[in-house]
């Protein structure tokens, strides 16, 4: 089992920027990728960015692209989410999530930070 904490949340105005960090603990040696995920008020989770802990490919959905940056720091065991040019529509808790060598999607899951951005 893994262990996720998020950290980094906050109240930033539009045009602003956060950075989230995701600390890893537990089986951390079973991980495979990491990713971030949000939810906002009244809609369904949805993904945001992921990344392979080994040689760094990264994903992005449409909506962050060229905004957010995903990043892992291995020896920290640690993921991070830069948010620059934060919109109002990027509102959300955001959770951090871990993928094993074993499954086939991600298994392990943060509790959320919130992420309010004020226009």
């Known amino acids: 089992q893994v262990q996720l904490v998020e950290s980094g949340g906050g109240l930033v105005q539009a045009g602003g920027s956060l950075r989230l960090s995701c600390a890893a603990s537990g089986r951390t040696f079973s991980m495979y990728k990491m990713g971030w995920f949000r939810q906002a008020p009244g809609k369904e989770r949805e ?62 899951w943060g509790q959320g930070t919130q992420v309010i951005v004020s226009s």
């Open 47 to 108: 993904f945001a960015a992921s990344i392979v802990l080994s040689g760094g490919f990264t994903s992005y959905a449409d909506s962050v692209k060229g905004r957010f940056t995903i990043s892992r720091a291995n020896a920290k065991n640690t993921v991070y989410l830069q948010m620059n040019s934060l919109k109002p529509e990027d509102t959300a808790v955001y959770y951090c999530a871990a993928q094993s060598l074993t499954e086939h999607d991600f298994g392990s």
